[in-house]
């Protein structure tokens, strides 16, 4: 069997209507940190509707027994958002996933050669096996950052099928990186946009992510 990438853009009104506002050049970073927290918060939702671990049992309701079924508490989560822009999705997956731990990641790329280099990471030596990840990252744009950080993941033990990729607006060349790298990623995304600059900035895109989230 040949593993393949799946990416999906999940057709939702509030996808739609965030990214909208993420996207206009005029708003206010005020309002572009609400847009990527709702974006963070629908993305995620849409991301773990079969990824998150479940245990069947009983419950007694006040009148009978009854199936039910509960998030296994057994299972870690993990979030990882990629500083600094992974940052803005990072509390919409939190709400969501409020028992998860999140572990940080500082990836900055080079502005000449585009490369990406680790300043900060978080990262146990080994994960749990069965660890469940979501890593926020608004832009995926060369593909570099993600598989960098996919790199730390998987060599501290992380099986690439049970992590989800948020992301905000993915480039054709970073689906086409990942696929290569890990086929069997899952990515979440709200656009994907066909054009990549010389600078590697996504268009039409929505600029700097995290020049925009933090107005600096
Ligand atoms: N990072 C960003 O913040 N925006 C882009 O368009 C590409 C990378």
């Given at each position: ?8 853009v999940?057709p ?17 970073s ?8 709702e974006?963070?918060?629908w ?16 419950v ?8 039910a ?5 057994e ?19 939190q709400?969501l996933?409020p028992?998860?731990?999140v ?7 080079n ?5 990406p ?12 096996s ?7 990252e ?5 593909g570099?950052?993600?598989v ?13 099928a049970?992590?989800r ?6 480039s054709?060349?970073a ?11 899952v990515?979440f ?28």
């Open positions: 069997m040949t593993l393949q990438l799946r990416v999906y999940p939702h009104p509030l996808i739609k209507h965030w990214l909208a506002v993420a996207r206009d050049a005029t708003t206010p005020v309002l572009f940190r609400s847009a990527m927290t974006l963070g918060r993305l995620t939702y849409e991301a773990i509707r079969e990824w998150l671990p479940t245990m069947d049992t009983e007694n309701t006040p009148l009978s027994t009854c199936p079924t509960f998030i296994n508490p299972i870690p989560i993990a979030v990882i958002p990629i500083l600094r822009a992974g940052l803005s999705l990072l509390e919409g997956a709400t996933l028992l998860s731990s572990y940080h990641i500082g990836v900055v790329r502005e000449e050669t585009l490369e280099s680790i300043y900060l990471n978080k990262f146990p030596s080994q994960f749990h069965e660890t469940r990840v979501v890593i926020t608004p832009m995926l744009a060369t570099g950052t993600i960098t950080v996919m790199e730390e993941l998987t060599k501290r033990g992380i099986d690439p049970f992590v990729i948020i992301s905000v607006v993915a054709p060349v689906l086409q990186k990942l696929n290569v790298a890990y086929p069997g990623l990515i995304t709200a656009a994907i946009d066909e054009v990549l600059n010389d600078k590697g900035y996504i268009v039409p895109g929505l600029g700097d992510a995290g020049d925009r989230t933090f107005g600096t």
